[in-house]
């Protein structure tokens, strides 16, 4: 199994614009994450998805902030448009539902918004 | 609503050292505490899974222990290694649905 796949590994652009950040969860595995990680705030959830469906979107910090999950293999965050207060670590992560199983975490994309 | 804190913040041992980390949380109703460990650069990647009725699990060098009672959960390193050298974080779920509320870490460095 390849584990969760995220892209890009690196993300820099100019504040204002759009930013799309992609996940591809573990096959089989129905619950998928959107995790921010920064120094100052640790990890942070940002939404998380149930067989495609988006439960809780409580961390999206601004409207500016919005997932898809179109099918159970693909996931986007996007970021529009975007500012440098922005930049940070963000994870993917995918584990079975009902949240007593192990989750699984993509490398990452390195988010820079100068 | 669950907290989850790790104190320290940051360990450092000579190699060879026994050593355990700490992880305190709220809401003793917790369904299982997952530890995990990033590298720099990297992704978290679990390294054990204790589930509430259980009281600890093992994996090679690593002992995890669950005291639901006491809101504490604690990761012992046997004889640690250079290679062990990283952060550690310990998560608990906020209610069924797997939303999963990470502490702060504790940043491990293992000397030679």
């Known amino acids: 199994d390849a584990g969760v796949i995220q892209s890009p590994r690196h993300e820099v652009t100019e504040m204002g614009q759009e930013v799309t950040l992609r996940c591809k969860p573990i096959?089989?595995?129905?619950?998928l994450f959107w995790y921010r990680q920064t120094m100052m705030r640790g990890l942070e959830l940002l939404i998380y998805?149930?067989?495609?469906?988006?439960?809780?979107d409580s961390g999206m910090p601004e409207d500016r902030f919005s997932a898809k999950m179109p099918n159970a293999s693909f996931s986007t965050l996007k970021i529009q448009p975007s500012e440098p207060r922005d930049s940070a670590v963000y994870f993917c992560?995918?584990?079975?539902?009902?949240?007593?199983?192990?989750?699984?975490f993509g490398n990452g994309t390195r988010l820079t918004v100068t | 609503k669950q907290e989850v804190t790790q104190i320290p913040a940051a360990l450092s041992v000579p190699e060879g050292e026994n050593l355990v980390l700490n992880c305190s949380f709220t809401d003793s109703a917790i369904y299982n505490l997952q530890w995990f460990r990033q590298d720099p650069g990297k992704g978290l990647t679990s390294l054990l899974l204790i589930q509430s009725s259980q009281r600890e699990q093992t994996s090679g060098r690593l002992n995890a222990s669950l005291d639901k009672s006491s809101g504490r959960s604690t990761l012992y390193i046997a004889a640690s290694q250079p290679g062990d050298s990283a952060t550690y974080l310990c998560a608990s779920p906020a209610g069924q649905g797997g939303k999963l509320i990470f502490g702060q870490g504790t940043e491990l460095s293992v000397k030679p």
């Open positions: 998805f149930n067989n495609n469906v988006p439960i809780d």
């Open positions: 992560a995918s584990s079975f539902y009902g949240g007593n199983s192990p989750l699984h």
């Open positions: 096959s089989g595995h129905n619950s």
